[in-house]
């Protein structure tokens, strides 16, 4: 499980990262082809643990071996997780393959998320963070090319919007939005939200120690940080573009039902 912690107003909340075209199988339902191993993605007729692309389980290679596999098919492909402990079951994800490229930053953090599934085991949930900035996922969106996204909004004929946005490099700014919003679901994790104000009581008291979880307190709240500020990029540019405010962030809800009838992975 990925989880991206993130300040919001008096608080720190914790939010999970997931695929949001990813369908959880039914386990009865699922047939592997012969030969094909777990903790694995299957796309096409291929397999990536025996793909050349397959080097040191890198995140950016893993979205470009689905993209490269993929590429002139409309079929989903498959994540395949690590077996129970003391378990022949797995679970296994369909997914709708990604769009097209946006930028190295976000293809990243694609593969992160797939590499994460990939290597989860079932019974065993283990919380890894995230830092979109450390990840650099907003770095294009900067100050002075939502400045002028802004004033095209603002002062531009809707008939020229598009034309001035492409004439001004913005394009990029539009793709990336859409990415992020239509590939990543992000849920409050219940029960894991923490007033700052006790948070940071809690780092003080710690402080005086100077022990590892200093470091590692001091280290998730700069995470936290990171998240706020390139949330608020996002928010900005979502605002300009559509006149609203961003909701990405959500409340759990439901799980939808397993699939029933499950295609063959092969």
């Not at 470009?64 to 296994?92: C, P, Q």
């Not at 780092?203 to 005086?208: G, K, Q, R, T």
């Not at 573009?241 to 799980?255: A, G, Q």
């Amino acid at each position: 499980m990925l989880v991206v912690p993130i300040i919001n107003r008096d608080r720190i909340m914790n939010v999970e990262i997931k695929l949001k075209n990813a369908t959880k199988l039914d386990r009865k339902n699922i047939t592997l082809k012969e030969g094909v191993s777990k903790s694995n993605i299957i796309s096409h007729n291929s397999d990536y643990n025996t793909s050349s692309y397959n080097i040191n389980d890198d995140a950016s290679l893993i979205t470009e071996y689905i993209r490269n596999s993929g590429i002139l098919y409309k079929k989903n492909y498959f994540i395949v997780t690590k077996e129970e402990a003391e378990s022949t079951e797995f679970d296994s994800f369909e997914v709708k393959y990604p769009r097209l490229r946006v930028n190295e930053n976000i293809d990243k953090l694609y593969g992160e998320l797939v590499k994460d599934l990939k290597n989860s085991m079932p019974d065993n949930i283990k919380g890894h963070y995230i830092d979109f900035g450390k990840l650099g996922i907003t770095k294009n969106i900067t100050k002075e090319k939502l400045k002028t996204l802004k004033d095209i909004a603002d002062h531009s004929d809707p008939k020229d919007y598009k034309r001035e946005i492409e004439e001004n490099d913005l394009d990029d700014l539009i793709i990336e939005l859409e990415f992020l919003l239509n590939e990543f679901d992000l849920t409050i994790i219940p029960e894991s939200t923490m007033k700052l104000e006790y948070f940071d009581k809690l780092l003080d008291i710690f402080s005086n120690i100077k022990s590892r979880d200093y470091k590692a307190l001091k280290n998730y709240k700069q995470i936290a940080d990171n998240n706020k500020e390139c949330y608020s990029k996002i928010s900005k540019l979502y605002n300009i573009v559509y006149n609203d405010s961003l909701n990405w962030i959500h409340k759990e809800t439901p799980k939808e039902k397993a699939k029933v009838n499950m295609k063959k992975a092969s």
